[in-house]
C-alpha cells in the first residue's frame, strides 16, 4: 500500500515558479523511484521527470530539461518538483508516482502507484 498526496500547484504567470511536493506514505522506500507525469487538456498523460530513492539519478523529459528540478528527502518521504521559466504548455494536471521494478523511468506502464493530481496554470 503507498499513498501519494500531491501539492503546490497552481496559478502563476509565464516565467515565473512554482514548486510541487508529493508526501508519500506506506512501502515508497521500497519502491525503485518516484516519477513526475503531467496531463493536459486534450493529450495524453506524458512524462516529466523521475528520481531514484537511491543514488538521487534523475531523468527529465526534453521539453522540461533545464527549467524543471526533481529531488527527494529520504527521511521525509517527500519528492519535490521545482518547476521555474514556466510555460503556457506547462499547463496541466501533475500527477506524482511510484515506480517498483525494472523498465523504463518514462513509461506511464511502469509506475505502480499515483496521486490524485495537482493542477498547474500557467497564464501569459
Do not use: H
Not at 499513498?3 to 496559478?11: A, H, M, P, T
Not at 508519500?24 to 513526475?36: D, P
Not at 526534453?62 to 528540478?69: A, C, I, L, M, Q
Amino acid at each position: 500500500q503507498v499513498q501519494l498526496v500531491e501539492s503546490g500547484g497552481g496559478l502563476v504567470q509565464a516565467g515565473g515558479s512554482l514548486r510541487l511536493s508529493c508526501a508519500a506514505s506506506g512501502r515508497t522506500f521500497s519502491s525503485y523511484a518516484m516519477g513526475w507525469f503531467r496531463q493536459a487538456p486534450g493529450k495524453e498523460r506524458e512524462f516529466v521527470a523521475a528520481i531514484r530513492w537511491t543514488g538521487g539519478w534523475t531523468y527529465y523529459a526534453d521539453s522540461v530539461k533545464g527549467r524543471f528540478t526533481i529531488s527527494r528527502d529520504n527521511a521525509k518521504n517527500t519528492v519535490l518538483l521545482q518547476m521555474n521559466s514556466l510555460k503556457p504548455e506547462d499547463t496541466a494536471v501533475y500527477y506524482c508516482a511510484a515506480k517498483y521494478y525494472s523498465g523504463s523511468y518514462y513509461s506511464i506502464d511502469n509506475y505502480d502507484y499515483w496521486g490524485q493530481g495537482t493542477q498547474v496554470t500557467v497564464s501569459s
